[in-house]
Each structure stands twice: as structure tokens, then as C-alpha cells.
């Protein structure tokens, strides 16, 4: 598979990958090997130049195959004068998921004060909190998420390192970061280290 943003600059040449459920990959690199781009391709909103990117043997781009998809990318966009009830139940009706769900796990990652609070007054961490919650509600098969500890406190991370884990048992999910919390049960480890040899799988 190839793909990129600019006409004769691919960002992947000849990328190979294949990830089975269930089980959590960890796919690591440095600044500028091409993390991001990953998260794009298997959100299906960026399409390769050659080859495909299938998602439980969709698509990336199909309508089915994002309804069974979830993407956590690393910049949250969250709407700031919306409170942080109104972000989860908003996004639990576009699920079609009972917004309890997704009240209980804010609390229980030490949102329940600011619940009534506008999201732009919220912290970093606390905002990455929400918007890691709100990019995971409801059932799916696979979760890609980018950066998810980044601006987290140790008992945030501790907690979200445990429901990934939990995931990980019945789904599969891939988390792309420099590192990862040691609590993790990580079953799979890929670096990206740079355009690879065309045909040549990276792992």
C-alpha cells in the first residue's frame, strides 16, 4: 500500500500490515514516521494511492466499516461552550447508546466535577479525558487511538491503560505512541522507522 498528501512525497511506500482481533498492538515510531498518517488511513478519510485498507474485511471508507470503528486522534476537537454532560450525551445519541455509559466512565476518570462545566474551561488532561471518551462510546470491533495518555494524570492513565486492556480481550486495538503505560496488555509491537522498501512489510 502507498499513500500520502503530496504528488510524488508518499509518506508510504510498499507498507504491509495486517492486525487480527482480538488484542492490543502497539505501533510506536518517531516524529514524522508517519503515525498520524496511519490513523487517517484506517479512518477511511484518507484513501491510498495503491493498494487498500480494510477494516474486518470493509473498506476503510465504507459506511459499515466506520460504524464498527472507533478513531481517538490526538488534537481533541470538542465544541468549547458545550458542557462536558452535553459532549457525552450529544455523542451518546449519535451512537444510539444510553448516555449513562458514557457518564459512568467520565466519572470514574475523576470528571465528575466538571460535569456542568463549558468544555474550553477544562484542563488539558481533562479535555483529553473527555475526548477520549466521547471517540469510544458504544459497541465496536476496533479502536485506533493516537496519543491517548498524552496530558494525563498517573491515576487517568491507569484507568484508561485498564479499559484498553478489558477491550483488548473481545477487540482489537491499536494504539499508536512513543510508549506505553506498563499496566498494558500489549500483544503486538510495531515500529514505523521510516519510508520503507517497496513490497517490504514493516514490523
Not at 511506500?13 to 488484542?23: N, Q, V
Not at 486522534?73 to 444510553?98: E, I, K
Not at 468544555?119 to 481533562?126: E, V
Not at 512513543?178 to 500483544?187: D, F, G, K, R
Amino acid at each position: 500500500m502507498t499513500a500520502g498528501y503530496v504528488e510524488g512525497a508518499p509518506v508510504f511506500t510498499g507498507l504491509s500490515l495486517s492486525f487480527s482481533a482480538p488484542g492490543l498492538v502497539h505501533l510506536r515510531g518517531g516524529n514524522g514516521t508517519g503515525k498520524s498518517t496511519f490513523v487517517e488511513l484506517c479512518s477511511g478519510y484518507l484513501l491510498p494511492w495503491q493498494g487498500s485498507v480494510r477494516v474486518g474485511g470493509m473498506d476503510a471508507s465504507s459506511p459499515a466499516a466506520r460504524a464498527g470503528r472507533r478513531i481517538c486522534r490526538t488534537q481533541p476537537a470538542l465544541y468549547p461552550d458545550m458542557t462536558v454532560r452535553d459532549h457525552l450525551v450529544f455523542a451518546s445519541r449519535c451512537r444510539g447508546v444510553d448516555p449513562e455509559g458514557g457518564l459512568d466512565r467520565a466519572v470514574g476518570l475523576g470528571l465528575g466535577p466538571w460535569l456542568d462545566h463549558a468544555a474550553r474551561t477544562l484542563s488539558t488532561g481533562n479535555t483529553r479525558k473527555l475526548w477520549y471518551v466521547v471517540c469510544t462510546l458504544g459497541a465496536f470491533g476496533l479502536a485506533v487511538l493516537d496519543e491517548p495518555f498524552n496530558g494525563i494524570d498517573q491515576e487517568g492513565e491507569e484507568k484508561i491503560a485498564e479499559e484498553l486492556s478489558l477491550w483488548s480481550t473481545a477487540r482489537l486495538v491499536v494504539l499508536i505512541s512513543h510508549t506505553a503505560p506498563a499496566a498494558l496488555a500489549v500483544t503486538d509491537e510495531y515500529v514505523l522507522s521510516g519510508t520503507p522498501v517497496p513490497g517490504q512489510s514493516w514490523h
